[in-house]
């Protein structure tokens, strides 16, 4: 186990300092340090108890308030097993670890009336309906206690989940309308009139650039909106509760953009439609990120729920696929591509993850934000280009406009 949150220190006799020069943990001599170094014992089992290592601050003149406390000793264990181990406790007082402060730390030590219980999250009884299901999101996505404690402590659902259920809402209602107006339900891509949406991206019509971002309300079918909607769903609006709308609608619309400017880079003659980028995006961050965190996440059956999910993500990237190159109804325009699923999984693995990977500490903060943020608008200026010169220059045969 290895401390994500230690303090920094300047060496282990000066004073340990928690970002704030007015609220710091008091100075403690070297040989004070000295006396906690030696309750470990490295060479045998490298570990003390969280109860032991708190009598020890008390026992060595390290008067600390008891919900600062509370926080200092979830941070250094890390995952909640009752036990601190020795390379956790150097973690947490040396000072080579002093760029890697944790934005909760520093904003439970400023806030220390804020209460953490020493027990597990997952171990408190008596919660209502609604804390339960707070409580399930904090395992669901976020793997360390700390800061699945603080998420609990500090949720109040305002504002609420918002921006995928309007997503959501948008998606069925413009289905309802077209499946009534095409009178078709399945399939309904196969309607002369389909494409004849505002909606929908084709490559005749790539100058109206909002049908780069719009194609992501219409649909090929009831079976196309099921998946994309169980999905966004099941993943985004948890993921909304613990990151907000900013985060998440940062994510889905890079994807959505992504997976349209793919496909006019790489599948130059084929509409899109479907939401699958920006659902894509989020799938596939949140379960990159419960893979690099895989022993701090606590959810409940995740190999299980990872399969489900990657089954999911498989069985609608087959069905793009298997339309795309089935026979289309109206040659010589082919049917919507597949390749916006892969440009939502390329956003979701790169910048996704970083955007989900700290849920408090600040996107302009973090440099692997900025620097996959650059990469990305880098794609989206040579996808413009050549979509302004590229189709000339190869002399692309495109199918007629709708």
């Known amino acids: 186990m290895r401390c994500r949150y230690p303090v920094a220190a300047q060496s282990l006799g000066d004073e340990i300092e928690v970002l704030e020069s007015s609220d710091v943990l008091p100075a403690a001599p070297e040989d004070r ?84 219980k020493g027990a597990a999250l997952r171990e408190e009884a008596g919660l209502g309906l609604s804390q339960r299901l707070v409580r399930h999101i904090a395992y669901e996505t976020l793997p360390r206690e700390v800061d699945r404690k603080w998420y609990f402590d500090s949720y109040t659902c305002c504002p609420p989940p918002w921006l995928i259920l309007v997503i959501t809402l948008t998606e069925v209602a413009v289905f309802m309308y077209y499946g009534c107006h095409l009178d078709r339900w399945v399939l309904q891509v196969s309607s002369p009139s389909f494409l004849q949406s505002p909606l929908p991206y084709h490559p005749q019509l790539r100058t ?137 999984v390329a956003v979701g693995l790169t910048l996704g993850v970083v955007v989900l990977q700290n849920f408090e500490q600040r996107l302009q903060e973090q440099t692997l934000f900025w620097i996959f943020f650059s990469v990305y608008t880098l794609f989206i200026m040579c996808a413009l280009f050549w979509n302004i010169f590229a189709y000339s220059l190869l002399d692309v045969k495109l199918p007629p406009p709708p």
């Open 33 to 116: 340090w000295k006396a906690l170094f030696d309750q470990f014992d490295p060479e045998s089992s490298g570990f003390i108890s969280t109860e032991r290592f708190r009598d020890l601050l008390a026992a060595h003149g390290s008067e600390l308030d008891p919900h600062k406390l509370e926080v200092l000793l979830a941070l250094a264990d890390a995952n909640a097993d009752g036990k601190i181990c020795y390379q956790d406790f150097v973690n947490l007082v040396s000072n080579d670890m002093s760029n890697k402060r944790s934005n909760s730390f520093r904003r439970a030590i400023l806030q220390g009336s804020r209460q953490l």
């Open 208 to 344: 109206q650039a909002w049908r780069f971002l719009t194609y992501m309300f219409m649909h090929a079918g009831i079976e196309h909106l099921g998946l994309n909607i169980a999905m966004q769903l099941l993943v985004g609006v948890p993921l909304e509760m613990v990151h907000g709308a900013l985060r998440i609608g940062l994510v889905y619309g890079c994807g959505v953009l992504a997976g349209s400017l793919a496909v006019s880079v790489t599948d130059m003659v084929a509409p899109v439609v479907g939401s699958s980028g920006g659902v894509y995006a989020l799938v596939s961050a949140h379960l990159a990120n419960v893979v690099m965190n895989w022993s701090g996440m606590k959810c409940q059956f995740k190999l299980f729920r990872m399969a489900m999910a990657l089954v999911c993500m498989s069985v609608e990237f087959g069905r793009a696929v298997w339309l795309r190159f089935y026979p289309p109804a109206f040659p010589p325009c082919p049917n919507p591509s597949f390749v916006a699923h892969l440009g939502g």
